[in-house]
């Protein structure tokens, strides 16, 4: 297995843009994970899905954010509209049942 | 905010000391596991150590566990400069079924060779 996909690596864009994440988590795993990374706030989880189902969303910060996973091979995390504060890493992490996780490289967005 | 929280922030050594940190937590667990991030990479996994158990190895790696002080510590002996990172602690909790990772805001590992 390749491991956590996600794409795009880098992506820039304007304030007011919409932005799409994408992850391909390890096939079998049935844990889903979008963290996101910033100097000043660490690694925040900002939703989890188990089996397709989100299960805990707390961590979204806004309405602007909505993550979806269609099928076990595939979830994006949208930013609607972005803004410059979402500037971040952002990671994807994948895990079977209460195993370890394993992550995905990240995609670090500018938003400016 | 984060369950798990590490210290030292920072710590620097030389190669071949031995590199302590730790971290502590807030609610019950399941199991505490260690990761490791190089510069501008994901987060890769190192040891997991269950509820039940008190102390792990692997390799050069060495976790305790106690959870009547909800702390953990990771050891790193012989450390070589290909160390440098960051290390962070994470979280199963135990309530609500809740089983998403919270991760601590991790201790920077500079090796000076």
């Known amino acids: 297995d390749a491991g956590v996909i996600q794409s795009p690596r880098h992506e820039v864009t304007e304030m007011g843009q919409e932005v799409t994440l994408r992850c391909k988590p390890i096939?079998?795993?049935?844990?889903l994970f979008w963290y996101r990374q910033t100097m000043m706030r660490g690694l925040e989880l900002l939703i989890y899905?188990?089996?397709?189902?989100?299960?805990?969303d707390s961590g979204m910060p806004e309405d602007r954010f909505s993550a979806k996973m269609p099928n076990a091979s595939f979830s994006t995390l949208k930013i609607q509209p972005s803004e410059p504060r979402d500037s971040a890493v952002y990671f994807c992490?994948?895990?079977?049942?209460?195993?370890?996780?394993?992550f995905g490289q990240g995609t670090r967005l500018t938003v400016v | 905010s984060q369950q798990g929280e590490e210290d030292p922030q920072a710590l620097s050594i030389q190669e071949g000391e031995n590199a302590t940190m730790n971290c502590s937590y807030k609610?019950?667990?399941?199991?505490l596991q260690w990761y490791r991030q190089n510069s501008g990479r994901g987060l890769v996994h190192l040891i997991l150590?269950?509820?039940?158990?008190r102390e792990k190895h692997s390799g050069r790696l060495r976790v305790t566990l106690d959870t009547s002080k909800k702390s953990s510590s990771l050891l790193i002996t012989a450390s070589r400069a290909a160390d440098t990172a960051s290390y962070f602690c994470?979280?199963?909790?135990?309530?609500?079924?809740?089983?998403?990772?919270?991760f601590g805001s991790g201790t920077r590992l500079q090796v000076q060779p």
């Open positions: 096939s079998g795993h049935d844990y």
């Open positions: 994470a979280t199963r909790p135990m309530d609500t079924g809740r089983r998403a990772l919270t």
């Open positions: 609610t019950s667990i399941n199991n």
């Open positions: 992490a994948s895990s079977l049942y209460r195993r370890e996780a394993f």
């Open positions: 899905f188990n089996n397709n189902v989100p299960i805990d």
């Open positions: 150590i269950r509820s039940n158990e």
